[in-house]
């Protein structure tokens, strides 16, 4: 009996770009086999003569003698895919090396790309795409060679508002205000899970519901919404998961109701490699605001701590105000708008701890320029997103504005 003494090939993932692999097979000289490649997708063979999958023919089936060293090209699959080698002893031949004599199968993966979105979101702010970037799971980096998201003074887009007060930065680093900083915390991953069952009976308050599937589920993720868009009445996060039960146990009770569709978040880097696997860091992290301006709409000729202007777009209660003809009082804080009013091209407001000095011979006139700091509806992020982990899906994580800045208002 001719024998085959062993079968070598990388079973490692192949990635999703096309590649070439060794398939090489030890036997006896007069050993006789056949081996045939199938791919999952398509059912469809591989073709030694093309060296590419197709339907089957002749071409599809190698038959060999002795030892042989075959090159197989795997071909590049976004998705990812899997491919089976088969081979078949002939001939007064047998496996040595296996349980069953006569064949022998090996299994090999192909995990697809994976695509990651970063995306600015929140209130007062349009969806806005900061970058995205494609690799493998199968893919490991050293810090300086990992992908990276360059943002560059990055303007997150406005959302236009009938009445719009700008934004503040959260976390300031200049007396200004104009400039900040902001961290890791401000990005987030979100998934939902429907309700099987409130454990305490439906719609009656309680701290644990069981759901159909966990994917994406770990403690400490936030649940942002128990009923479709109805938010918990205090901060509710994950405490505890039972595997077997498919149980969760949260910080807070809710009213949770059969059927009802959650929004969770898992914040933060760590929270989000441990839900999806995806992994990063942010350094650098910078926010900016335009400088707000406005101008005079019409001449004041006496004091006040009114004034009208064209334009109060950005402007928005509590940020400082510099311009001529502006008189502190005696109070160590600076000039700040207290109240704004009328329509964006045609409003006005009142300030604290100062007063517009004007009379009929020294007046403030029309289209006097007037800066205003701390508050904008121009905001620009910058930062490096470095990538260290990739998935096999396409994922889109956030990036939370209401993390970053404060949404302005009309008054204090």
């Known amino acids: 009996m001719n024998l085959i003494k062993n079968v070598n090939i990388d079973i490692s993932q192949l990635k999703a770009e096309a590649q070439g692999r060794l398939l090489s097979i030890q036997a006896d000289e007069n050993a006789k086999y056949m081996i045939k490649i199938s791919r999952t997708s398509d059912t469809n063979l591989y073709n030694f003569d093309t060296e590419a999958f197709s339907v089957e023919s002749s071409s599809c089936f190698f038959n060999a003698t002795g030892s042989q060293s075959v090159a197989i090209s795997f071909p590049a699959a976004a998705s990812g895919d899997t491919y089976n080698i088969s081979i078949f002893a002939t001939v007064e031949t047998e496996f040595i090396f296996t349980e069953n004599k006569l064949f022998h199968s090996i299994e090999i993966p192909q995990v697809g790309n994976g695509t990651i979105t970063f995306t600015a979101i929140g209130s007062g702010f349009t969806n806005t795409n900061v970058g995205s970037v494609t690799g493998s799971k199968t893919d490991s980096f050293v810090t ?85 868009a109805v938010a918990p009445s205090s901060t509710t996060v994950i405490s505890g998961i039972d595997l077997d039960t498919k149980t969760i146990t949260f910080s807070t009770s809710t009213a949770f109701e059969d059927s009802e569709t959650m929004t969770f978040r898992a914040f933060g880097p760590r929270l989000i490699k441990q839900a999806i696997g995806i992994g990063f860091t942010i350094t650098s992290p910078r926010v900016q605001l335009g400088q707000t301006t406005a101008s005079v709409r019409t001449e004041l000729t006496s004091s006040g701590p009114s004034i009208n202007v064209s334009g109060t777009a950005g402007i928005g209660s509590g940020a400082t105000i510099r311009m001529r003809g502006l008189a502190k009082n005696t109070s160590a804080s600076r000039c700040v708008v207290n109240e704004i009013v009328g329509s964006l091209t045609a409003g006005s407001f009142n300030i604290s701890n100062g007063e517009f000095e004007a009379s009929s011979d020294r007046p403030i006139r029309v289209k006097t320029k007037i800066y205003i700091d701390g508050s904008s509806n121009q905001v620009f992020l910058s930062g490096n997103i470095n990538i260290n982990r990739f998935t096999d899906s396409d994922e889109t994580i956030h990036i939370d504005m209401s993390k970053i800045t404060t949404q302005g208002q009309n008054s204090s």
């Not at 915390?185 to 439906?202: H, K, L, S």
């Open 144 to 228: 300086t060679s990992s992908p990276t998201i360059l943002m560059r003074n990055k303007q997150i887009t406005n959302q236009a508002a009938e009445q719009d007060f700008g934004h503040f930065i959260t976390n300031t680093i200049d007396e200004a205000g104009n400039n900040g900083i902001w961290d890791g915390g401000a990005f987030y991953w979100q998934t939902t899970e429907a309700i099987v069952a409130n454990p305490a009976g439906d719609g009656v308050s309680n701290n644990a519901v069981t759901v159909a599937d966990l994917t994406g589920l770990v403690v400490g993720m936030t649940l942002v919404f128990h009923k479709s």
